[in-house]
């Protein structure tokens, strides 16, 4: 008599908690089952297709399809496997309630190995996902089975992409999957050529500022990665989509990844494509996004006429020129490649303004306009290579008011670009008297009205401020003119100002004669455009 095996709890667990359930042959009556580990079986061998099917959607040829749904019960990762089936036997995962509305999630295929096909995709908890059986060939069918398993864990929401840009699922978040596979996907007519074939699309709106993250690290096959800014209403889109970032494969992989500054309600549309006509399998997409404080990313825009507006003291931009190209009429400079990228800045302050591509990814070249019209542009500024380094730099003495458009192009490469922009920290000196009312350097005149000979007047307290962005320094006082003997100026408590702070003096005027006194109140300090801040005073001795 054979001794009496004690099996562990987990695995008597295990084993109580794997199900069998029986696939069909019409997808109406396939059978509903949720389980983090389930069984699918079926027989393959007297099945058939049915109306909105196809002899090759599911991966294979053989028109003998079985259907089952899972309903996902946790979000995690699910693997999906073909083991126990017959030889050729493969499967398709969709999204969708008909067979009319279903998007391709995964596929698993046969490989002509010992391995059963099989697929590893994130799912989200709640959703269904519709599962059919079929053969390779048109002759391989017969017993199948399917194991479906879940690892569940703290993992984003997925969606299924879309083959087709109209019918693209939306991301949510700052964390979200996309799922897809790209075997049945096919390009749009008059889709523009940015490399790739098969693609599939996703939408998402950045919820904050901050850095975004995408990468393809967990697809099958060999990847191109897009990201696009816009959310256009009509069809086709493309003229409406300007290009943030693309890239084929981060180093020592097929994968791709891409790292962009976003903008806080702006709408990006990302495509993942197989990287060549034979590149196709499963799509896993990632997206993170984590905020930050910078200044949000401006896409830019191929063609001058649609250049968007950069804003304030502090901007950025990002934007990819691969595909990009020159304007007619666009001003030509030595060695630029004319794959230009254009953004509008209008200066909101006066002042020192610095503009660069550091970040980018080849050698940029970098050029500032004054001009509305790509006709009648003026070079106000230009840079190229910074220090040996690829990366370009320009400053201009930006005016209040004035508008400068920013285009970067290409020295030598192409791909990602990143702007920055940023006026040069400076102080500003802010002048206020004793009635809080705010003096204008070297117009107007404070007066001290009329004096007895030999008698003080009414003091005027003046305020000084800096209202800039870096240290107000080298403050002092001085006073001259014909009258600047009638005129007691109190001294400075301290010759310096941070930025926010203040400080005041007094001015006396005590008349030794009679008739009209005048004399001018000179403020010296480092402020670029406003030392000396010129005061004119005044009173009548009587």
């Known amino acids: 008599m054979k001794p009496h095996v004690c099996l562990p709890l987990a695995i008597l667990i295990g084993i109580s908690a794997a199900r069998a359930a029986t696939m069909t042959d019409r997808f109406a009556d396939r059978p509903r089952i949720s389980g983090s580990s389930e069984t699918l079986n079926a027989d393959t061998t007297l099945a058939t297709i049915e109306a909105g099917e196809n002899r090759d959607m599911h991966g294979g040829n053989s028109a003998r399809t079985t259907w089952a749904e899972w309903v996902a019960p946790a979000n995690g990762w699910v693997t999906i496997d073909a083991g126990g089936s017959f030889r050729y036997g493969i499967f398709a995962v ?47 069918h017969g017993i199948g089975r399917l194991n479906i398993h879940l690892d569940p864990g703290v993992t984003p929401d997925s969606e299924v992409g879309a083959d087709g840009f109209a019918g693209r699922r939306t991301l949510k978040g700052h964390d979200a999957y996309g799922i897809a596979n790209n075997y049945p996907a096919t390009a749009e007519p008059f889709q523009p050529n940015h490399g790739g074939y098969r693609d599939v699309w996703w939408e998402w709106t950045a919820p904050s500022t901050g850095t975004a993250t995408i990468d393809t690290l967990e697809c099958d096959l060999d990847t191109l990665l897009t990201v696009y800014s816009g959310s256009p209403a009509g069809s086709p889109p493309w003229d409406e989509l300007d290009m943030v970032a693309q890239n084929d494969n981060v180093p020592n992989s097929k994968s791709s990844r891409v790292t962009f500054q976003t903008e806080a309600g702006r709408t990006y549309q990302i495509k993942v494509a197989g990287n060549y006509s034979g590149s196709r399998g499963n799509i896993v997409l990632r997206l993170s996004l984590k905020t930050n404080s910078a200044p949000a990313a401006v896409p830019g825009t191929n063609h001058f006429i649609h250049r968007p507006d950069l804003a304030g003291t502090k901007a950025a931009g990002v934007a990819c020129n691969t595909y990009a190209t020159a304007d007619p009429f666009e001003p030509v400079q030595y060695s630029e490649y004319g794959r230009s990228v254009w953004w509008r800045w209008v200066a909101p302050a006066d002042g020192e303004v610095v503009i660069d591509t550091e970040g980018s990814e080849f050698d940029t070249t970098l050029r500032i306009f004054q001009g509305e019209d790509i006709e009648d542009l003026t070079q106000v500024a230009a840079g190229d290579d910074v220090q040996g380094a690829k990366w370009s730099r320009a400053a201009i003495q930006a005016v209040k008011g004035r508008a400068y458009q920013i285009r970067v192009d290409s020295d030598s490469g192409w791909g990602n670009i990143v702007l920055h922009l940023a006026r040069t920290a400076a102080p500003e000196i802010d002048v206020v008297h004793t009635k809080k009312i705010r003096l204008v350097d070297g117009r107007g005149t404070l007066n001290f009205g009329k004096v007895r000979k030999g008698r003080r007047s009414a003091v005027r307290m003046i305020t000084v401020r800096n209202t800039g962005d870096a240290a107000l320094k080298g403050i002092l006082l001085r006073s001259d003119g014909t009258g600047a003997r009638h005129f007691r100026v109190g001294r400075l408590p301290k010759t310096a100002l941070a930025p926010g702070q203040s400080m005041s003096f007094t001015v006396r005027f005590q008349p030794k004669a009679k008739g009209r006194m005048k004399a001018a109140l000179r403020i010296h300090s480092n402020d670029r455009d406003e030392s000396p801040f010129d005061i004119q005073i005044a009173g009548n001795g009587r």
Do not use: E, H, M, W
Request: aromatic residues 12%; hydrophobic residues 30%; glycine residues 12%.
């Open 94 to 140: 969709y999204s969708g309630s008909s067979i009319a509305d279903l998007k391709t999630a995964a596929r698993g295929t046969y490989t002509g190995s010992q391995t059963p096909a099989f697929a590893r995709f994130p799912v989200t908890a709640g959703d269904a996902y519709q599962i059919a059986l079929d053969g390779n060939y048109s002759g391989s």
